[in-house]
């Protein structure tokens, strides 16, 4: 009994996660996104958001664009960590029509996670138009995507010009990606016209 | 002389042309969503772009939605001018590869015109996301091209589901759009990939 009033009584450096915060942060980040657009996005407001204050803010990120730019790395690290547990479950190596597949079913928004990820890389494609960094990462990103895409494409040997299929397939996803979103498609529709694309770039899927 | 001075003396009414006050709003409104995004859409803001009272604006427009309403209006005009225009040069009826390439290339950002439109298409599709009746808009316009290309893909015969078809080359455009937007493709290589697609869903083009 001692003991433990004595161990309550002490007190103990705070063990402060700083990862934990950062990502609370983040989400907090996507909230403000969610209800008012990138534009809503400022320090001040993602500190009232995440319902700390703005010095603690300041504390993880100098800037807005700071912000932007862990916000993006969460986004990548999202998609790559179910991307890769996806990679994991097919054979190795990973047939290239499923590679692609399961790495283009992460940015089609399915789910609440994937639509609130979409959402908000529309959002990095307006803001990228616009200021530096963000869209210097975006175009980056894109072109890793494009040769990884134009490699299994080649890879599979069932078009003429595999970088155009590449390119094709990436803007199916993308403009699907955008339909979902405003409510033109529902999932069904749009899982169906990006495994007849797949069908088309990769010859049809050999099944499991 | 002494009629010159009396013209001038009398205040004669002026002639205020109202679509043209609306226009002037309307490119406002789009100078307000080009550098702040469709989130810095107010009456004020725009009053201000266009160096109007906020007054005249509400004279105008009752409320922010109105406003979006005229400037979704606006878009869909100049587009279903430049068809129409596009239109008018093809054989009667236009060839339906033809017919449905003039739509897509006009949503393409292949210019500074078609660029802002682009980019307030997107911007639409974020809004329409969150508030109803841009979106019932948004949904509506896509039903239609939908309707549109599904007919003109049946009427070439070359494919055997032109619905799907139809989803998939709308979707390639849109994606295009965007990846044109974030600045991951050049005209060329769009305008490239659109005409793949249209050979795909349509057969090649017969040329000229």
Known sequence: MAKGRLRHAVPVPKQVDHEQRRRQIADALWRVVGSGGFDAVSLRRVAAAAGISMG???HYFGSREQMLGFAMDEVEERVGRRWAAE??????????RAAVR???VQVLP??????????SLFAFVAEGVRAGPIGDRMRTGMAQLHEFVTAQVGAAGAVPD????ATTLIAVADGLAAHLLGGYLDAGQAVRVLDAQLDLVFGPDPGP
């Open 162 to 165: 595999p970088g155009l299929a």
């Open 87 to 96: 990679l994991a479950r097919l054979p190795d190596p990973p047939p290239p």
């Open 56 to 58: 603690l803010v300041q």
């Open 102 to 104: 399961a790495f283009l």
């Open 110 to 119: 399915l789910d609440a996670t994937r639509r609130d990820e979409a959402f």
